[in-house]
C-alpha cells in the first residue's frame, strides 16, 4: 500500500499564491507520473496538472498555464504545485493523485490523497 499525504491548503486573498505539497510513503514502488486534481463545489473533480517520471515533463490544464507550477522530487516521492494569481474560482479541493508501480507488478496502481481545501477570498 502506499499512502499521499496532502499538506499547504488554506484561505488566501485573490492575487496571493498558495504551495501545495504531497508526499508518498510506503514500500517497495516507485511512482510514475503524478497529478493534481481539484474539485469545485458542485463541480466534477477536473484534473489541474501531470508530472511525468521520466525527463519531468509536464502537462497543465488551460486555467493553470502561466499562474500553477508543477515539480517533484523523485528521491523523495514528493510533488508540489505552486499556485500562483490566485483566484476566486480556483477555490476547490485539491487532490494529488500517483500512478504507483509495485516490484513485480505488471502495471500501474493510482492511488489518491485525502485532499486539500484551497479557499480563495476575493
Known amino acids: 500500500q502506499v499512502q499521499l499525504v496532502e499538506s499547504g491548503g488554506g484561505l488566501v486573498q485573490a492575487g496571493g499564491s498558495v504551495r501545495l505539497s504531497c508526499a508518498a510513503s510506503?514500500?517497495?514502488?516507485?511512482?510514475?507520473?503524478m497529478r493534481w486534481y481539484r474539485q469545485a463545489p458542485g463541480k466534477q473533480r477536473e484534473l489541474v496538472a501531470v508530472?511525468?517520471?521520466?525527463?519531468?515533463?509536464?502537462y497543465y490544464t488551460d486555467f493553470a498555464k502561466g499562474r500553477f507550477t508543477i515539480s517533484r522530487e523523485y528521491a523523495k516521492n514528493t510533488v508540489s504545485l505552486q499556485m500562483n494569481s490566485l483566484k476566486p474560482e480556483d477555490t476547490a479541493v485539491y487532490y494529488c493523485?500517483?500512478?504507483?508501480?509495485?516490484?513485480?507488478?505488471?502495471?500501474?496502481?493510482?492511488?489518491w490523497g485525502q485532499g486539500t481545501q484551497v479557499t480563495v477570498s476575493s
Open positions: 493523485n500517483a500512478e504507483v508501480m509495485f516490484s513485480g507488478a505488471l502495471r500501474e496502481t493510482n492511488y
Open positions: 510506503g514500500s517497495s514502488f516507485s511512482i510514475e507520473a
Open positions: 508530472i511525468g517520471r521520466a525527463g519531468g515533463a509536464t
